[in-house]
């Protein structure tokens, strides 16, 4: 048989592969209603749960706590540790919510971790997408701050970055790929090693890289 | 009404502009779906989704394509990633000779051509398979499909004939059937 002969007969055979029904126009269109109305009345339930409440308080103090560091700090000042984390009063919303968020993504990536080593895992859940997002905004705030000028923690802050940037990604388009190429990128970079020498001991007044 | 005229309806947050919308696209949407998943459960949720992540995403249409392509490329992603996370065709990826060996196990039970047929489109990888099904089954154009699946057009044209190719291969012993 020639090519064409064979792929017209072929083309011909296929049409009965998975042949569709008449399209079901109202039945898809209730559901389309119904599940819109319901994902609305869900990202306002969300707003109302507590971790999005703190978190959204913790990014305000951060900002608060960033814009406070920026006017405080003076210029050219080569000992950043020391002026952020000195003893003044007006840094002290700053520290706050910084050790607060160190303490969160530290949280996120060791669940994560966790979860994606589950023999069922490999696809943590979306929650983790969107508490990355949720930090992403915090980190970026973070290397806005005179903390970035201290090169062990922006280098950090750098990698946190990257790192939830892919996570918040993973939401619309993940694989098992993807999840084990975020987990190869934390063991390369040592992050969560790095996250916890920069967090503050719990229930001491050692700061970190903070 | 225009398209573009239906779309600013749509955007304004008009309800009969958007059911408008639907019943222009559901149809073609409706069929690819259920012509890649082979189920009507799936498909149904895959038209649904398609049209909620439409409608959501509206405002970012800068109408640089048509809206058909626009909606089709979006039906594909779900379609795609709702198949790959059911994991229902997780070997799609299996090599040549892996998908030769199952269709000559095959070959004495399921001796019809259509289940045979079926069999073969099944075991093609995933973009063999879903450029086949878009050109040769539903009638999509080259440009159609690379817009869709967001690929060149080259790719459109190779992937298809390579699925033919081996659909020849796997369907070697049918040619004979067809000349009859």
Do not use: C
């Not at chain 1, 011909?12 to 009345?41: F, G, L, N, S």
């Not at chain 1, 000195?86 to 996120?108: C, H, I, K, M, N």
């Not at chain 2, 222009?24 to 799936?42: K, N, P, S, T």
């Not at chain 2, 709702?82 to 229902?88: F, N, P, T």
Request: proline residues 3%; without cysteine.
């Amino acid at each position: 048989m020639t090519d064409d002969r064979f792929e017209d007969e072929l083309e011909r055979a296929a049409q009965d592969y998975h042949r569709p029904p008449e399209t079901p126009r109202e039945e898809i269109w209730a559901r389309i209603t119904a599940e819109r109305a319901r994902r609305r009345e869900a990202r306002q339930a969300i707003l109302f749960r507590p971790w999005v409440r703190w978190s959204l308080a913790a990014a305000a103090v951060l900002t608060l706590g960033v814009g406070i560091g920026r006017l405080t700090v003076p210029h050219g000042t080569a000992d950043t540790g020391a002026a952020i984390g000195g003893r003044t009063g007006s840094d002290f919303a700053y520290r706050v919510a910084a050790t607060q968020y160190l303490t969160r993504t530290e949280a996120l990536l060791t669940d994560f971790r966790a979860e994606a080593r589950t023999p069922q895992g490999g696809r943590p859940d979306a929650q983790f997408a969107a508490q990355a997002r949720d930090l992403l905004v915090t980190t970026r705030l973070m290397l806005s701050s005179p903390a970035a000028k201290d090169q062990r923690l922006k280098s950090l802050l750098e990698d946190l970055e990257v790192m939830l940037a892919q996570i918040a990604q993973l939401a619309a388009d993940r694989n098992g790929h993807d999840v084990e190429f975020i987990n190869q990128g934390l063991d390369q970079r040592s992050v969560l090693l790095r996250l916890r020498a920069a967090s503050p001991a719990p229930g001491t007044s050692a700061r970190g890289a903070l | 009404m225009d398209e573009r005229e239906l779309i600013a309806r749509v955007r304004a947050g008009d309800p009969s502009a958007e059911r408008t919308l639907y019943d222009a696209h559901v149809d073609r949407v409706y069929r690819v779906a259920y012509r890649l998943a082979g189920d009507d459960e799936l498909a149904r949720e895959f038209t649904q989704e398609t049209f909620i992540r439409a409608f959501a995403r509206l405002d970012g249409f800068r109408g640089e394509s048509a809206l058909s392509t626009w909606l089709h490329s979006i039906a594909m992603s779900v379609a795609l990633n709702g198949l790959r996370k059911m994991k229902r065709f997780r070997r799609r990826e299996a090599d040549l000779e892996e998908a030769d060996a199952v269709a000559t196990t095959r070959r004495e039970s399921e001796p019809d051509l259509k289940r045979r047929l079926a069999h073969a489109i099944d075991e093609l990888p995933e973009g063999y398979r879903t450029v086949f099904l878009l050109h040769d089954v539903e009638g999509y154009t080259h440009e159609e499909i690379a817009a869709a699946l967001d690929v060149e057009t080259g790719t459109s044209k190779a992937q298809l004939s390579r699925a033919r190719a081996k659909l020849r291969e796997t369907l070697a012993d049918f040619a004979g059937e067809w000349t009859r």
